[in-house]
T-cell receptor, first 108, second 114 residues
Framework: QKEVEQDPGPLSVPEGAIVSLNCTYS??????FMWYRQYSRKGPELLMY????GNKEDGRFTAQVDKSSKYISLFIRDSQPSDSATYLC????????FGAGTQVVVTP | DGGITQSPKYLFRKEGQNVTLSCEQN?????MYWYRQDPGQGLRLIYY???????QKGDIAEGYSVSREKKESFPLTVTSAQKNPTAFYLC?????????????FGDGTRLSIL
């Protein structure tokens, strides 16, 4: 079983909607949690980086970590077609473990 | 602009051939990493280096080799022993090893078999 699980999607939403992405993880030792955005044929770009539980907001992006339920979330408000990409969650404790990525499509 | 440069963008390998993927960073980062990305499997760690002249195997090191002779460079060789080399290869770096600093990625090299 993978240490970080992520629904591959695709997740299709209309422009302006809230995109809700989730991951679960199994290793309770994970302390650092990240979300990356990856466009086709490009490398992952770091979006959010959080330590332990709680919320972090950056512009239209909000990351949440619930360590009690081992759940990681990313919310994108006012979604735009340019948000169409694959979103990777990752968790780390000594070694970085990635989810497989969720493909998001924002339709105009 | 600081960043990570991977070259070439596309690479083709013949049977029995070794090929080398280049990764250069000008971020003054100590740690560098190589990942392999296959559809539906996420990123898997091949090798990593936390300091010059030192590197460690990741989860899928068989059939690959690396060197770290300079801080800014971490080339990856895909040897003929790697029987399924077709994948998207990503190089990353972080200011220090471990968890405190996040990893940043280059734009990858896509390797295919001829």
């Amino acid at each position: 079983q993978k240490e970080v699980e992520q629904d591959p999607g695709p997740l299709s939403v209309p422009e302006g909607a809230i995109v809700s992405l989730n991951c679960t993880y199994s290793n309770s030792a994970f302390q650092y949690f990240m979300w990356y955005r990856q466009y086709s044929r490009k490398g992952p770009e770091l979006l959010m980086y959080t330590y332990s539980s709680g919320n972090k907001e950056d512009g239209r992006f909000t990351a949440q970590v619930d360590k009690s339920s081992k759940y990681i979330s990313l919310f994108i408000r006012d979604s735009q077609p340019s948000d169409s990409a694959t979103y990777l969650c990752a968790a780390s404790w000594g070694k970085l473990q990635f989810g497989a990525g969720t493909q998001v499509v924002v339709t105009p | 602009d600081g960043g990570i440069t991977q070259s070439p963008k596309y690479l083709f390998r013949k049977e029995g051939q070794n090929v080398t993927l280049s990764c250069e960073q000008n971020l003054n980062h100590d740690a560098m990493y190589w990942y392999r990305q296959d559809p539906g499997q996420g990123l898997r760690l091949i090798y990593y280096s936390q300091i010059v002249n030192d590197f460690q195997k990741g989860d899928i090191a068989e059939g690959y080799s690396v060197s770290r002779e300079k801080k800014e460079s971490f080339p990856l060789t895909v040897t003929s022993a790697q029987k399924n080399p077709t994948a998207f290869y990503l190089c990353a770096s972080s200011a220090t090893g471990g968890d405190v600093q996040p990893q940043h990625f280059g734009d990858g090299t896509r390797l295919s078999i001829l």
